[in-house]
């Protein structure tokens, strides 16, 4: 191993506070090697806490897991949330996954803003009450970080802002057991965000069933089927206000896919889709 015991520790609470993916561009190595360096140090399994084990991101024994796909806050639509209540009444999940993108922060995008849209401290203060009512209702889940969500981070990649000035993202939204992740693999399934193409394709190309977000259009189930195996490839579409200016870019496209989904034993996918 390359590295000191110390620094694969330094390396792992960074992963902890902002993901693996900026932790490689921090420290200026690949993302390979920030998972060497948390294998590394990975404790037995009998010493594991309960928060090692989520920090692993590997969960199996039979799960109900609620999935919330992209939020976009403050530009969430408000039906949503009740929406997405129910559906957790009905199936008594055990796991959350918020898909990602759980902020928008158009004030900071790469894109062109709306010059009559929010300031920056006006729209994270309003993102940030917005999410108060899903983290008293979901206090422990994980977020597979989204593009949106990262977005200041990469700001500071480009300004060259040491780490050390950059809050981790559940330190800033206020979501202290909310755990922020790449990727989660629940009962054999992996959630992630999904910018790198559809459920579909992601599945097939992983040999592995794949929940997935980002595509606020898209909502299915598409199971790949072959002599030894079957694999699905889950779209849960997206809770965003259509109407809001931050996605003005989209109105000239399809309407969003609202809804949410819900995953059994990593056997069982089910789309349930909010009555518009």
Same mark, same amino acid.
């Given at each position: 191993?390359?590295?000191?015991?110390?620094?694969?520790?330094?390396? *792992?609470?960074?992963?902890?506070?902002?993901?693996?993916?900026?932790?490689?561009?921090?420290?200026?190595?690949? #993302?390979?090697?920030?998972?060497? +360096?948390?294998?590394?140090?990975?404790?037995?399994?009998? @010493?594991?806490?309960?928060?090692?084990?989520?920090?692993?991101?590997?969960?199996?024994?039979?799960?109900?897991?609620?999935?919330?796909?992209?939020?976009?806050?403050?530009?969430?639509?408000?039906?949503?949330?009740?929406?997405?209540? @129910?559906?957790? %009444?009905?199936?008594?999940?055990?796991?959350?996954?918020?898909?990602?993108?759980?902020?928008?922060?158009?004030?900071?995008?790469?894109?062109?803003? %709306?010059?009559?849209?929010?300031?920056?401290?006006?729209?994270?203060?309003?993102?940030?009450?917005?999410?108060?009512?899903?983290?008293? *209702?979901?206090?422990?889940?994980?977020?597979?970080?989204?593009?949106? !969500?990262?977005?200041?981070?990469?700001?500071?990649?480009?300004?060259?802002?040491?780490?050390?000035?950059?809050?981790?993202?559940?330190?800033?939204?206020?979501?202290?057991?909310?755990?922020?992740? !790449?990727?989660?693999?629940? !009962?054999?399934?992996?959630?992630?965000?999904?910018?790198?193409?559809?459920?579909?394709?992601?599945?097939?190309?992983?040999?592995?069933?794949?929940?997935?977000?980002?595509?606020?259009?898209? +909502?299915?189930?598409?199971?790949?089927?072959?002599?030894?195996?079957?694999?699905?490839?889950?779209?849960?579409?997206?809770?965003?206000?259509?109407?809001?200016? +931050?996605?003005?870019?989209?109105?000239?496209?399809?309407?969003?896919?609202?809804?949410?989904?819900?995953?059994? !034993?990593?056997?069982? +996918?089910?789309?349930? #889709?909010?009555?518009?």
């Amino acid at each position: 191993m390359p590295y000191s015991t110390k620094k694969c520790e330094q390396i *792992r609470k960074r992963v902890d506070e902002i993901g693996i993916y900026e932790t490689a561009l921090e420290y200026g190595i690949s #993302m390979e090697s920030v998972k060497r +360096a948390m294998r590394y140090i990975k404790p037995k399994k009998e @010493d594991e806490s309960a928060f090692e084990r989520k920090r692993n991101c590997v969960l199996n024994g039979g799960n109900t897991v609620l999935v919330i796909g992209d939020l976009h806050s403050p530009f969430d639509l408000e039906e949503y949330f009740g929406f997405v209540c @129910d559906v957790a %009444d009905e199936y008594k999940p055990n796991q959350v996954v918020f898909i990602g993108d759980v902020v928008d922060n158009h004030y900071s995008s790469y894109h062109e803003t %709306d010059p009559d849209g929010m300031g920056g401290r006006d729209e994270l203060d309003l993102a940030v009450d917005r999410l108060k009512r899903w983290y008293m *209702r979901f206090p422990e889940a994980y977020v597979t970080i989204g593009n949106h !969500d990262r977005m200041v981070m990469r700001k500071s990649q480009t300004s060259h802002i040491p780490r050390r000035w950059i809050k981790s993202y559940a330190e800033v939204l206020e979501t202290d057991n909310w755990y922020f992740t !790449d990727r989660v693999d629940i !009962d054999g399934v992996q959630y992630i965000h999904g910018e790198a193409g559809t459920a579909r394709t992601k599945c097939k190309m992983d040999m592995m069933s794949t929940v997935q977000g980002h595509l606020h259009t898209q +909502a299915y189930v598409d199971w790949q089927v072959g002599r030894k195996f079957k694999v699905f490839g889950m779209q849960v579409g997206c809770g965003i206000d259509f109407n809001s200016y +931050a996605m003005a870019y989209a109105k000239s496209g399809k309407k969003p896919a609202i809804g949410c989904g819900v995953v059994i !034993d990593g056997e069982v +996918a089910i789309n349930r #889709m909010m009555k518009l």
